[in-house]
Structure formats: C-alpha cells, structure tokens
C-alpha cells in the first residue's frame, strides 16, 4: 500500500473517541457495562445502549447495539474541526478506499462524518461535531468504587504490524513502544495522537480482528473494586487476564471479557508522551516482563481471540491469516508460564525456560 500518490493531506486526529459493539443480547451487555462497569447511560432503547464514562462530556464513548453476531460495528475517532471531517473524505477518496459522508444524526449524539472501510479493513468513522452532555468528573455522589474515567484506546489485530504501522503514521500518529525480536519481526506496536502512550495498538496476528477496546480509571484500586464486583456477582469468570502491571505502558490493567466475548481493558497509570522528541521504547519479545512487569503468565486466550469486523454494509470482514511469526509461539516470557533468561541453563539440565516448573 503506497500512499507516495496521495496529495491531500490526512485528517487531524485527536484521539480515539467510540466504538459501537454489535452484542446479541442487549439486557445482559447492559448489565455488564452499568451494573458492574459502572458506565453512565446517555440514551437506550430496544436496539441500542450508548455510554459513557465519567470524565466524558460528548454524548457517547461507547455504543452497544443489539445484533445477531457478536462484532465491531465500527471505531471512531474525533478530529479537530468540522474542516477534518471535509479533509478525511478528501483524503480517502484519493487513497481509494470505500468512503461514504454520513448526515448529523446518521449516529445519534454525533454529527456529519466520515465513515471508510480503512486500509487495514477496519470500519472507521471520522467526526467532529457531537451533542455534549453534563460531565460527571466530580460527581462522586454517582460515581462507583470501581468509576471509569474515560475511554483510552483501540487494540487492532492485523497480519502485518509494519504495514499497520506505515497506515497510522500516514495519519501522524508516532510508534511509543513496540515489541521486536532479534531478526526485526515486529509483534506489536503502540501508536498515539493524544499524549498518552496510545490511542491504538497494532497486535500482530490474524485480521482484522478486534483484540480490545480499553478505558482508562483515574486509580488501581477502581481495578480492584471490579474484579471484587465480579466476585461478588459471582462473574470472576469475566477476568481473562490480570489485574497487573505492564511492562509496555508501565499501566496497571485489567482485562475483562463480556457476555459476548468482546474484550475490554481497565488501564491506569500509562505515561506522557507528547514533547516532540519523545523516544520509542522497544521491547525484545523474550522479554519475560514486557506484557506483564511482574512476569506473570500472559493466558493463551489473550493472544489467540478477538472480536470479528464488520464492514460498513454489516458483513463480517474476511480474516487474513499472519504470515510472520506469532508471539505466543516464539516467545519465551509472560506467556503460560515459561521464564527464561538469556544464556540460562537450568541445574540438572532441567527443561529450559519454565517458571515454577513447567505449568502447559
Ligand atoms: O494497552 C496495552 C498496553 C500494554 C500491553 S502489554 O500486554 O503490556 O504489551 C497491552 C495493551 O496493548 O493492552
Ligand atoms: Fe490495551
């Protein structure tokens, strides 16, 4: 994919703004993402759900519509002008991929946009204007133990992470962190526009697939407080995968699964990334503490599902299968147990590689 031909210039990103989730069974989505995440419901009716989160002032950061096939319906991000939205259609008409302008209200609470079927077969939208609604930051009377601040970001799972790469830094989004090997295949990558260390993250395997949606808490403990929820509701089974620290985003996370298997990430505590010198981290895929800094098992689950696309006539999008080499494959750290370092040689020539004696 050459963008060498392209003249007009990208659109002016801000940051990961919604998603729409197509769940197959709305009363039980609603109970997960209210009841226990705690978001605020801007609007419902028998088709649709939208949320927000508590520091959130535009209509929606979330919207849960009720479908036949658990899917990504769509993943939007807002730019900075009504002007943006006019430089995305521009922009993708030349890039040549499918771009349809949609009218105010063609999603309730936002208004005209943009929405593509983008290079890497995502389903985007492109907005500016949107309806605000009252902003609950210090409305503590509402908020949980465990209140979700905001929306934070979108994890994608592509084929090619260099290409995903090449695509976002076409639309100036700059790489934070990425996880390499020694022959330069690259596994994952973390690109930002807001100065954060992401609004995306480009997962390496089979898509495109959506691995995670993510929203931010302003603390560890409202992490603590819905895991505890869980427990109590009798839904630990909800946790796939933490809670724990990172190694890439230093963040301390969270990783749920709801009622139809859609990921979502609670993510606190990342880091600043907006001066302009600010360096790329890159992690060595044998490092046992880049997906979890304490070295606790990154459960297959993780690397092996994620959620359907679909395109903008609501067909699931074909998946590609990854043709480099898959992390959960190769890697020798955080990942079901094996723990090894460089040039270790286990006493009694025990098995290489494995922490606590081999677990899989
Ligand atoms: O947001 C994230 C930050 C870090 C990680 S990792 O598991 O530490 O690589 C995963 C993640 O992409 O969900
Ligand atoms: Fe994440």
Redesign the pocket.
């Given at each position: 994919m050459s963008n060498n031909s392209i003249q007009a210039p990208p659109p002016d990103v801000v940051r990961s703004a919604y998603a729409e989730l197509i769940v197959t069974d709305l009363a039980a989505s609603r109970r997960f993402y209210v009841d226990v995440l705690g978001l605020v419901v801007t609007y419902e009716d028998d088709d649709a759900i939208y949320l927000r989160a508590f520091e959130e002032y535009l209509h929606h950061c979330l919207v849960l519509r009720r479908g036949p096939v658990a899917a990504l319906g769509r993943l939007a991000y807002r730019v900075r002008s009504a002007d943006e939205v006019d430089a995305a259609e521009m922009f993708y008409r030349e890039l040549g991929v499918r771009t349809e302008r949609v009218p105010a209200g063609a999603e309730r609470g936002i208004g005209e946009a943009v929405r593509i079927e983008d290079p890497l077969g995502f389903p985007i939208e492109f907005f500016y204007a949107a309806d605000h609604v009252e902003r609950f930051t210090q409305r503590y009377d509402l908020h949980g133990a465990g209140a979700i601040a905001r929306l934070?970001?979108f994890?994608l799972v592509v084929p090619s992470v260099p290409e995903a790469r090449k695509y976002y830094e076409s639309l100036g989004f700059k790489v934070s962190?990425d996880?390499q090997d020694s022959d330069s295949t690259v596994y994952?990558a973390?690109m930002y526009r807001k100065s954060t260390?992401?609004d995306v993250?480009l997962?390496g395997g089979d898509g495109p697939r959506l691995?995670?949606i993510?929203f931010a808490t302003q603390e560890a403990h409202q992490l603590m407080h819905i895991c505890d929820h869980l427990g109590a509701v009798r839904q630990s089974d909800r946790i796939e995968r933490g809670p724990g620290r990172?190694?890439?985003?230093n963040?301390f996370?969270l990783?749920l699964r709801d009622p139809d298997g859609h990921r979502i990430?609670i993510?606190t505590h990342?880091y600043y990334t907006g001066d302009p010198d600010n360096p790329t981290i890159t992690?060595d895929v044998h490092d046992n503490q880049?997906?979890?800094?304490w070295g606790n098992a990154?459960v297959p689950s993780?690397y092996s599902e994620a959620s359907p696309v679909l395109d903008l006539d609501r067909r699931p999008r074909p998946i590609t299968e990854r043709a480099e080499a898959r992390e959960a494959d190769v890697t020798i750290g955080?990942d079901g147990f094996s723990y090894t370092r460089a040039g270790d040689a286990l006493a009694g020539g025990g098995p290489v590689g494995f922490k606590l004696g081999e677990q899989v």
């Open positions: 934070d970001h994890n962190e996880i994952a973390w260390v992401h993250a997962t691995h995670h993510a990172h190694g890439v985003s963040a996370y990783y990430e993510y990342d992690w880049r997906r979890d800094w990154v993780w955080a």
